[in-house]
């Protein structure tokens, strides 16, 4: 969790002991040393290995500082607080316990790769035979860490240097002197003090050290970790106060799955919640109360991103479908943890967990610890990449799946998707299903439009029919106009026209769909209905009784559809062979005639 609490990097650079003098390590006290040992171990193998005190002080099983590499090789620190050495009358004793420690670390599973003897004292070379004769073809490598060897090792960790070599009061002193004094110099003057008081600061604790930046009037400073463990090592504590009733269930909500939880993001509590902010910390400038401060909480990812994979499952156990993720955080909170993962790099979904432990520590039960979190931008998608989406969020449907989720190709937990599509989504995702089979079939390539009305969602649903073959009825083919000379027309020819009707089948020139900014010329097509009757053969009938030679035009619509079925003479030669129609079929779009169900 953080409170102006992040991490950073830790610069590179080095003490130069020959003018700052050696570290005096048989002058820090047993418990002073084997901390340092410990900091300076982890800085050490920072990114390389995963080190840890196996009891957070050492001593354990003859293992003071354990380091696994990547590769799996251990190396097992053994510190030894032996101020004079182990010669002399202490040479029987302290070589006995010597020899025990290592003795004990050969029985570990799996053995060591390199056993390595900490001491505060510069050894003397019969000392160093003894340990070097401890080894044997089959054992692990041994390693002696002298103060020799500390010095070098602390040359590249000055903030450590520092804390332990110099009188950190009379140098914060000194120092405060300076920033009052008038500044005279280029602006590298300023950058150095500024520098001079982050670094005294940082030395001032061997696990944290300090940053600052400076914004108008506002000064932000916060701690980051010297190295992976710190916050294992050397916790830093913060107590907060909050005050809320149930109409702030708004401000709450986040706040609570943050702390609970370590949901993803940034929370901002406003001041009127908070009675007060209260951080405890071994560092000296890290003790403080705060009433009424804005508070920011951040859970960090305890995780690199990895892969994932989510798995669809319906009630007979089948795996019905299967999605590629990205995990990208995974964080712990007061009451369990959460998972938040990228999806088709448009969808986020974040699922909490609450865990009940016994006694012992071990997990009892692990339980969905609220609504799963779901949030998606499909704009900017292709219709194809659309489909895919929104297929997904339907999948993730209340109650349609049960959903097993794997990270790095094992089992990690499984939970039903308690998502609520709404009818806007699925009418999305007919228009994205429809225009990624037109483009594929018209070799054409464009994003989804984001603004349509009804008329265009069924433009795009006929046109996708006649490419595959389909009659389907088209609201652009209501009518048909024919122009006609009444003079040549014969009375009772019209008279069965307009009783009867007529089979219609003509060409329609000029046949495209337009979608947004895009034109999709569809050549080929024809209207065609089995009955169609005269609109105005009252008119009609009037004009060829006069035997008018004036031009007319008769409006013909279908009797048994709504609207003329079009169709493309490339895909259905024979108009007149067994016709498959097509329906429209879009939520929230009832077609006339359509048959039920």
């Known amino acids: 969790m953080r409170c102006g609490l992040y991490a950073r990097r830790q610069s590179g650079c080095e003490v130069d002991m020959t003018t700052t003098g050696a570290v005096d390590w048989t002058g820090l006290g047993e418990v002073d040393f084997s901390r340092i040992v410990q900091v300076m171990v982890k800085r050490r193998w920072a990114g390389i290995a995963d080190v840890h005190a196996p009891d957070g002080r050492g001593g354990d099983a003859g293992i003071d500082v354990l380091a696994v590499d990547r590769g799996g090789r251990r190396r097992v620190y053994q510190i030894k607080f032996f101020t004079d050495g182990f010669s002399g009358d202490r040479k029987s004793t302290r070589q006995k316990q010597i020899r025990k420690s290592f003795r004990t670390a050969l029985e570990l599973d799996p053995p060591p790769y390199e056993w390595i003897l900490v001491v505060p004292k510069t050894l003397t070379p019969g000392e160093r035979k003894f340990v070097i004769g401890l080894a044997d ?40 002197g300076l920033e009052t004094s008038a500044l005279l110099g280029a ?14 600061a940082s030395a001032l604790n061997p696990n944290w050290g300090v940053s600052m930046s400076i914004r108008e009037n506002a000064i932000s400073y916060g701690l980051y970790p010297k190295h992976p463990a710190a916050a294992v090592d050397d916790p830093i504590r913060l107590e907060l106060g909050f005050k809320f009733q149930a109409a702030d269930d708004a401000a709450f909500g986040p706040l609570r799955r943050s702390i609970s939880f370590g949901a993803r993001g940034q929370v901002l509590v406003p001041g009127k919640y908070v009675t007060h902010a209260e951080v405890r910390s071994s560092h000296p400038l890290f003790n403080t109360s705060v009433a009424n401060p804005e508070v920011i909480l951040e859970a960090h990812s305890r995780t690199e991103p990895c892969e994932a994979e989510f798995r669809f499952i319906d009630a007979a156990g089948t795996v019905v479908a299967s999605q590629d993720a990205t995990l990208e955080h995974a964080a712990n909170g007061a009451e369990g943890g959460s ?3 990228e999806v088709l790099d448009c969808i986020e979904v974040e699922v909490d967990f609450a865990v009940t432990l016994d006694d012992d520590g071990a997990m009892i039960s692990c339980e969905p610890g609220g609504p799963m979190q779901l949030r998606y931008g499909l704009t900017g998608l ?33 939970f039903t998707g308690d998502y609520e599509i709404d009818d806007e989504l699925l009418q999305l995702l007919t228009v994205a299903d429809d225009l990624a089979a037109i483009q594929e079939n018209l070799d054409r390539r464009f994003k989804m439009p984001w603004d349509y009305s009804t008329r265009d969602r069924i433009d795009i649903r006929v046109a996708r029919a006649i490419l595959e073959g389909y009659f389907i009825e088209s609201p652009g083919a209501a009518n048909f106009n024919a122009e006609v000379i009444p003079g040549q027309i014969d009375t009772a020819d019209l008279d069965r026209l307009i009783a009867d009707g007529h089979p219609v089948n003509v060409p329609v020139s000029d046949y495209s769909l337009r979608v947004g900014d895009h034109t999709l010329p569809i050549p080929n097509v024809r209207a065609t209905t089995a009955r169609a009757k005269l609109v ?12 008018s030679a004036e031009p007319f035009h008769a409006v013909m619509r279908p009797v048994e559809h709504r609207y003329f079925l079009v169709y493309k003479t490339d895909r259905i030669p024979d108009a007149e062979a067994d016709r498959l129609q097509a329906w429209w079929t879009l939520p929230g779009v009832t077609q006339p005639g359509a048959p039920l169900g």
């Open 382 to 414: 292709y219709p194809d990449e659309a489909v895919r989406c929104i297929k997904f969020l339907e999948r993730l449907n209340e109650g349609a799946y049960r959903c097993a989720v794997h990270i790095d190709g094992q089992h990690a937990f499984t």
């Open 187 to 200: 602006p590298e003057d300023l950058t150095n003090r500024m520098t001079n008081l982050r670094d005294a």
């Open 536 to 547: 105005n053969g009252a008119e009609l009938r009037e004009a060829v009784e006069a035997r």
């Open 137 to 176: 073809d089959d054992g692990p490598k041994i390693t002696i860490m002298d103060a020799d060897d500390l010095d070098v090792m602390i040359a590249s960790m000055p903030d450590v240097y520092n804390y332990l070599v110099r009188d950190r009061l009379e140098d914060l002193m000194s120092k405060y």
């Open 339 to 341: 998972m938040a993962f």
